[in-house]
């Protein structure tokens, strides 16, 4: 059964820190990964990796994918108290299906 | 960018009606919508694969009879929640796809529905 599994599924840090974020996988036939950040109302999209070892990057937050491994992180330096919300990590598999992780529960405090 | 907008955001009915809920691409054709439901503090499960013109594809355990899903053209797929008792209460959200691209899933801003 294909699953995501996310890492810690909560965490609070306080303004400034540095935090890292995983995602382990198991999915038969593996298409890309994504991230994205949901806050009160749907996901927004952050970041799609499909290659392993190729960092993206967009402001404080980067991403990369071990594909050998079977996990990717999500780093978000500097945290500010914008950054709280749950991050969902999926997967997209060959038939375009997405399956969710757990999602981590980020509360940044000031 | 890509707009996904579903419609409405919330509801609150009593038990035994049934409700409608759109979804829209707002500025891409999307053959293929999702249709998923989320818990408090639980992630996104997938219900069923919207495709344009054809029957939708249900998640195992998910009651086609109950989640009526059309998807009339390319741009608006509709989930009703047929007789709906208070267990169908939850966070409904549509996500589209580009018809012919690698680009992600986007998301609507969800539907909130609460049942008396």
């Known amino acids: 059964e294909d699953k995501v599994v996310q890492s810690p599924l909560s965490l609070v840090v306080h303004e400034g820190d540095t935090v890292t974020l995983n995602c382990s996988y198991e999915?038969?036939?593996?298409?890309?990964l994504l991230w994205y950040k949901q806050e009160k109302k749907a996901p927004t999209f952050l970041f799609m990796l499909t290659s392993s070892g190729i960092e993206k990057k967009s402001g404080r937050l980067s991403s990369i994918l071990d594909k050998k491994e079977l996990f990717s992180i999500l780093n978000i330096t500097a945290t500010q108290t914008g950054d709280s919300a749950i991050y969902l990590c999926a997967v997209l598999n060959q038939g375009g299906k997405l399956i969710f992780g757990q999602g981590t529960e980020l509360s940044v405090k000031p | 960018g890509a707009v996904v907008s579903q419609h409405p955001s919330w509801v609150i009915c009593k038990s035994g009606t049934s409700v409608k809920i759109e979804c829209r691409s707002l500025?891409?054709?999307?053959?293929?919508m999702f249709w998923y439901r989320q818990f408090p503090k639980q992630s996104l499960m997938l219900m069923a694969t919207s495709n344009e013109g054809s029957k939708a594809t249900y998640e195992q355990g998910v009651e086609k009879d109950k989640f009526l899903i059309n998807h009339a053209s390319l741009t608006l797929s509709t989930l009703t929640v047929t007789s709906a008792h208070p267990e169908d209460s939850s966070f409904y959200i549509c996500?589209?796809?580009?018809?012919?691209?690698?680009?992600?899933?986007?998301f609507g801003d969800g539907t909130r529905l609460s049942i008396l």
């Open positions: 500025d891409f054709q999307a053959t293929t």
């Open positions: 999915v038969t036939n593996f298409r890309s």
């Open positions: 996500s589209a796809r580009r018809t012919v691209s690698n680009q992600p899933q986007h």
